[in-house]
């Protein structure tokens, strides 16, 4: 499985930007698509999820009401679309690829991980 994250960019609070995570080569083992984000000096912490099949979502808090995860299975790309940025979305965002699991907010969940994107939003 290949990730190719793209979308990352600067923008001003309040804006929008929308990431794509491009997929290839998936398996039976990359059956839920992952965005994850990691600011300067924190951890990587969980941002949603989309399954291919069923496309069941799931939100961290903090960005409940502002993002939504999407996806193409034609192209096997998953979006984020980012709505309402606020400063602290300040982050590299990353896209990860693994299996149905039982605690999918959780970085070991996922066996692929694309390269990050930046997204920086300004006061």
């Known amino acids: 499985v290949q990730l190719q994250a793209s979308g990352g960019g600067l923008v001003q609070a309040g804006g929008s930007l929308r990431l794509s995570c491009a997929a290839s080569?998936?398996?039976?083992?990359?059956?839920?698509m992952g965005w994850f984000r990691q600011a300067p000096g924190k951890e990587r912490e969980f941002v949603a999820l989309?399954?291919?099949?069923?496309?069941?979502?799931l939100y961290a808090d903090s960005v409940k009401g502002r993002f939504t995860i999407s996806r193409d299975n034609a192209d096997n790309t998953v979006y984020l679309q980012m709505n309402s940025l606020k400063p602290e979305d300040t982050a590299v965002y990353y896209c990860?690829?693994?299996?149905?699991?039982?605690?999918?907010?959780?970085?070991?969940?996922?066996?692929?991980w694309g390269k990050g994107t930046l997204v920086t939003v300004s006061s």
């Open positions: 989309i399954s291919w099949i069923g496309g069941s979502t």
């Open positions: 080569r998936l398996t039976f083992s990359s059956n839920v």
């Open positions: 990860a690829a693994g299996p149905f699991s039982s605690s999918p907010l959780r970085e070991s969940a996922y066996n692929y």
